[in-house]
């Protein structure tokens, strides 16, 4: 694939998108924000002032809205293969740091990069414990923060957790005990709002960057 960076760990990376990598987003807690009951796939719910923004995964597939919604450096669709049906599981793992393929807009320069989910979504049932993983991606470092779904202004969290190098911690479980959809995103990767990226003294914001999002949805007794 062409290139118009020096790359990074052997692969091809362009500078523009080599500066949304090395930002460690910080982490702001309000109340909790999520959908809890059946029937959900054809629309999550939401409360309160978020109707502010109604087209913002309110009607129709909220889940392909959140999943797909445009990312500034990776190809629409970004969700395709629909849910890895692991009910009856009682421990699910998630690759938080997959290698998905990515584009640079200024250059059109396409390579892989770790900014992918795998699965992507996922279906369990009650009680389920679910764990990402952040595993050495061969020489990017990204860190990626694991983060329920929150809606402006009414921010909130369910889980969160920074996985990555450098004494990070490389996991992060949660345990699904009620029904219901719930979303998650990487801050900043797949952040639904405009969130800083980049070195310090170069940030820019970007809303949904590498489209970095996935979902778990609990069903069942």
Known sequence: MPSSGTGVGGFPISETVRNTMTRQPTFRRRPLLKTIGTGVLAGVLVTGSASARPSHYGNGNAIGAFLNEKAAFKKSPIWTSGFADMTGESEVEIDFNAFTEVIDPATGDEFMGPW??????????PGTTVTWLWEDDG????????????????????????LGPGGLPTEFSYEFTERGTYLY????????????VGPPGQEVEIENAFGQRGVIRVVGN
């Open 185 to 196: 995103f990487c801050h900043p990767h797949g952040a639904p709002f405009p969130a800083p």
């Open 116 to 125: 992918g989910i795998e699965p992507r979504a996922v279906k369990v049932s």
């Open 139 to 162: 020489g990017f470092d990204v860190p990626h923060h694991v983060s329920s779904f929150f809606d402006p202004p009414d921010w909130g969290d369910e889980f969160h957790e920074m």
